[in-house]
């Protein structure tokens, strides 16, 4: 069982209806969305991991 140490936060999209979520995402790439949200309902569970953008020099 994963620790919360080794976790990390990050924004993820729902494969289905598209909305934009927040989730603990482990090591091995499980994603797990955190709390509920109203813009996503339709409970699918496939999501995909948004990428930050480089920062600028």
Do not use: W, Y
Request: glycine fraction near 8%; include cysteine; hydrophobic fraction near 30%.
């Amino acid at each position: 069982m994963a620790t919360q140490s080794n976790r990390t936060r990050a924004a993820v999209r729902c494969e289905n209806c598209k909305a934009i979520l927040v989730a603990e995402v482990t090591p091995a790439g499980s994603i797990r969305p955190l709390g509920t949200s109203e813009d996503c309902v339709c409970g699918d569970g496939s999501f995909t991991r948004l990428e930050q953008p480089t920062p600028s020099p």
